[in-house]
């Protein structure tokens, strides 16, 4: 278990003063078993108002409300975590779900159809023929390995690229490109798991490298907001996909919203009231580090996480 701080930035500049309309915030991780929210700050500047929501999905929401004019807006949030990530063996599944295809159970269908069906059109069908070249045994191929295979392909036959502008690519636009950033590479991995018929949502969140204060341990995505995907796999539940680093498991994600697209998990999402020219840019900066180890991961089951007390925030 390792406790982690979180500082998060997001900064617009603007070449006047301008006024601002609602903004809405998705900072803060989802409490759960191997994620318990320690406290938390949020300065925000120029002076807002703030009120806490949940959304459809269950994320915790902030809504700010401002009252003057600046040249610049700054979001600037402080968390720590107490982090038991998930890492090594695949967690078990059902029987009946390790070979495909498979059907989710009666019960569980109500709750998964939307997050089942396929949200970008396809009339080619590239992103069919790009997901069959995983399914070399046909009917029957392993599950597990499947998905596997489609994580670690994204990761090492795209290229990564950051990008500021908001919006994601659609799934035919990466393969056409061949690269893309973090929810891309999310949207991808969701898009191949429903084509096989099986519920994906989107995470946004943030990744730890151990490396990013030195020597850089590889990860992609470090240093700003990330994205992957969770799958649901009967038995095994929700299960995060990493594609941007080939990660399977949580053990460097930190989850701070999920939703069914990409477009319902937008980090900061607001409106500013002037010229378009007025804008001058935006600058993201995330710093994840570890600032305690009270236990190796391998002496402590996510499911026996600890219910300490909640934190302010």
């Known amino acids: 278990m390792d406790t ?13 003063p301008v006024t601002f309309g609602e903004h809405r915030l998705m900072f803060r991780p989802r409490d759960s078993h191997d994620l318990r929210h320690v406290s938390s700050t949020l300065a925000i500047s120029p002076t807002a108002a703030v009120r806490w929501r949940y959304d459809v999905f269950g ?17 600037e949030s402080d968390i720590v975590v107490e982090h038991y990530g998930f890492e090594g063996a695949y967690p078990p599944m059902e029987d009946y779900a390790r070979k495909l295809p498979f059907s989710y159970a009666f019960e569980e269908l109500p709750d998964l159809r939307r997050s089942m069906e396929r949200h970008h059109r396809d009339p080619q069908h590239r992103l069919d023929a790009w997901v069959r070249r995983f399914l070399a045994d046909g009917a029957g191929a392993e599950t597990w390995q499947v998905l596997k295979a489609v994580n670690t392909a994204i990761h090492d036959e795209f290229a990564y690229a950051e990008r500021a502008e908001e919006g994601v690519q659609t799934p ?6 061949a690269s893309g950033t973090c929810r891309d590479f999310a949207l991808l991995m969701m898009e ?13 969140g943030y990744l730890f490298d151990p490396g990013q204060a030195g020597s850089p341990h590889g990860l992609r995505g470090a240093g700003a907001t990330h994205a992957w995907a969770m799958i649901y796999l009967p038995g095994a539940g929700w299960v995060e996909f990493d594609p941007t680093n080939g990660l399977i498991g949580g053990a460097n994600l930190i989850r701070v919203g999920v939703a069914r697209d990409p477009a319902q998990a937008i980090p900061v999402q607001g409106t500013y009231f002037g010229a378009a020219e007025d804008f001058i840019d935006m600058a993201v900066e995330v ?11 391998a002496a402590l089951s996510p499911l026996s996480a600890p219910q300490g007390r909640r934190g302010s925030g």
């Not at 982690?4 to 070449?15: D, G």
């Not at 191949?192 to 946004?204: D, I, K, N, P, Y």
């Open 287 to 297: 710093e994840v580090e570890r600032i305690g180890e009270t236990m190796p991961a």
């Open 192 to 204: 191949a798991a429903r084509t096989l018929g099986m519920a994906a949502r989107f995470v946004t």
């Open 4 to 16: 982690l701080s979180i500082r998060h930035r997001t900064t617009y500049r603007y070449r006047c």
């Open 172 to 177: 035919i636009e990466t393969l056409e490109r």
């Open 59 to 75: 994320n915790s929401i902030a809504i700010a409300t401002f009252g003057e004019a600046a040249q610049e807006l700054v979001f």
